[in-house]
């Protein structure tokens, strides 16, 4: 199939410029001409631009679409195929956002992602952590409030989510497992979470040598690990033991954060995650003792971006929203756009994004060679980024592979 995007200002996200109007040429899902002024052959599919910005489509580095609500009761009371409508959806949705690439950074998704290249349903090209790897109690031990202590050290508890492993053995088969499964990359939680029931947010989860040995298995395979982390103290034990990405990093302070610049670790914000939990949580039915644990977090990650942008940290971008909460995932870019330039804020959802999804060259660009993902619209992004914010208003089309999407133009 051949699309041909015609008279729209192409956005260059490597130079932070606007290149000016070309006419983009995409052939079976792939750019192969960015050119000015007129191209030949035929079209299977045109798309006038008219004037529009033309930006590659949108990547977010750090979904869950295996959570499908927040309310967790309920989800314990659904059937399998409930749970898989639901994340389908939320799945095809995200794409309607001009998201056509995410890393996901945590929940089995092996069935959605096969369900999309089937055609099945719609949905992103999806960067995936498969099972997350947690400590007993900690941020991925979604286990009710009484459970069997474990038979031996070597034991490993498995839920739709993730593994939860102890000791350096034990972590080692968990990360093991997640390759062998196809993870793209490990993920770990070296500290409490909002959403999880049994640990403190200040909490510090693993030791050296547990993240020593999951990060070496991933390094065996020719990948990374990111971790969850709030504190300073935990985002210094991942990296300090090799750990190349983290999330979150609310809690971080100047020193940690000056260390995290010498190491060259990433740090992938997602601050409109604390905003929608403040907003809509007791409403979809979050449980109320998570809730208490968001409180201050939307402020203290605001602060952490420029404490670890003055450090030098290479910044990422996240939302981390959970189900009924994922439509807000465009708000990030208002709340960047409060507190960093346009251009360092689409530097890292396109240049840094593409390097934790490991897609260089594919996503995040539109040069020859990228996968034919576009988003035309009528904000600039580097004069008004919060425009983007409402992807219902800010989107005139949505392109996929070639493959319209969304269309909102005029004619």
Known sequence: MRTVIRNGVVFDPAAGT????RTLVVEDGVVVEVAEGAVGGDADVEVEAGGRFVLPGFV?????LSIHTMDFARAEREWPFEQALARAALAEATVRRGFTTVRDTGGDLRGLKRSIRRGLCGGPRIVSA??????????GDVRGAVVDPPACGCQIVTSQYAHVADGPDAVRKAARQCLRDGSDFLKIHTSGGVASPMDPLDSVQYTASEVAAIVTEA???????????????????AAENGVACLEHGNLVDAEAAARLAELGTTVVPTLVTYWAFGNDAEKFGFPERNRV????????????IGLLRDAGVELGFGTDLLGEAQPHQNREFAIRAELESAVDVLRSMYVTNARLCGLEGRVGTLAPGAFGDVVVTDVDPLEDLAGLAEPEAALSAVVQGGRVVVDRLDG
């Open 130 to 139: 498969g099972h997350m790897i947690s400590q007993t109690g900690g941020h």
């Open 18 to 21: 606007h290149l000016g109007e």
């Open 293 to 304: 644990k968001n409180e201050g977090l939307y402020e203290q990650g605001r602060g952490a």
């Open 219 to 237: 390094e065996h395979r020719h990948t990374y690990v990111t971790a969850h982390a709030y504190s300073s103290e935990s985002m210094l034990l």
């Open 60 to 64: 977010d580095a750090h979904v869950h």
